[in-house]
């Protein structure tokens, strides 16, 4: 059964995708419009993509503050799930989006390996991009999004990785691969060969 993730903000609609099996998901595209209230295109081609992957179920993010109070997007996110589920007959089950990062890092540590949270691009100082430059970061695992511009926060990460040596995975299954490999060898160090040496 394919799952669909939305991400609804107030002029995009991030969309990513489960495999068959719902086990991992991959971001597909988004949706731009010019107005926060111009739904009439975002819908159309979200129920485009429903028919294509063949969903069976949507997931939602739903924004609320850290301190568990709904603001004004709680409740245009709540309007947007509605319709949506009147337009596509399919269930929309909301998911709190608070804390995703954290729990992530949460299983990075908890699979042995070292990570901290880190500023973002256009955060303060020392962000993401000082810590590639200086050395301090020794992987990067960002997986690019289709349609999203050069100029975004991934694209300027992965562009510093590359041009400072800083290994970067931009395949969630690969990472997925290098965390198995990780755990299943945590008392070996593992040496990388070229394979067309082989």
Same mark, same amino acid.
């Given at each position: 059964?394919?799952?669909?993730g939305?991400d609804?903000g107030s ?11 719902g086990?991992?998901?991959q971001?597909l595209?988004?949706?731009r419009r010019?107005?926060?209230?111009k739904l009439?295109?975002?819908? !159309?081609?979200? #129920?485009e993509? /429903?028919?294509?992957?063949q *969903?069976?179920?949507?997931v939602l993010?739903m =924004?609320k503050?850290?301190n568990g109070t709904?603001?004004?997007r709680v409740?245009l996110?709540?309007e ?26 949460n !299983?990075?540590? #908890?699979?042995? /390996?070292?990570?901290?949270? *880190? ?5 303060a100082? =020392?962000n993401?991009?000082d810590?590639?430059a200086?050395?301090t970061i020794e992987?990067?695992?960002n997986t690019?999004t289709?349609?999203r511009k050069q100029?975004?926060d ?11 040596g800083?290994?970067?995975v931009t395949?969630i299954?690969t990472a997925?691969a290098?965390?198995t490999?990780r755990?299943q060898?945590?008392?070996e ?10």
């Amino acid at each position: 059964m394919r799952i669909m993730g939305l991400d609804f903000g107030s002029k995009t609609v991030g969309v990513a995708v489960s495999d068959p099996l719902g086990i991992t998901a991959q971001g597909l595209e988004i949706i731009r419009r010019k107005e926060e209230n111009k739904l009439r295109q975002t819908y !159309a081609r979200i #129920e485009e993509l /429903i028919v294509e992957y063949q *969903v069976e179920e949507i997931v939602l993010g739903m =924004p609320k503050n850290m301190n568990g109070t709904e603001g004004v997007r709680v409740e245009l996110t709540q309007e947007f799930r509605e319709k949506l589920m009147r337009r596509t007959g399919l269930p929309v089950v909301l998911w709190d989006e608070r804390l995703t990062t954290v729990a992530a890092q949460n !299983a990075l540590k #908890e699979a042995g /390996i070292s990570c901290q949270l *880190v500023n973002r691009v256009s955060q303060a100082h =020392p962000n993401i991009l000082d810590l590639i430059a200086s050395g301090t970061i020794e992987l990067i695992i960002n997986t690019p999004t289709k349609g999203r511009k050069q100029d975004s926060d991934g694209f300027r990460i992965r562009r510093s990785a590359v041009e400072h040596g800083v290994g970067c995975v931009t395949a969630i299954d690969t990472a997925r691969a290098l965390l198995t490999i990780r755990q299943q060898s945590r008392s070996e160090d593992l040496t990388p060969i070229d394979i067309t040496t082989i």
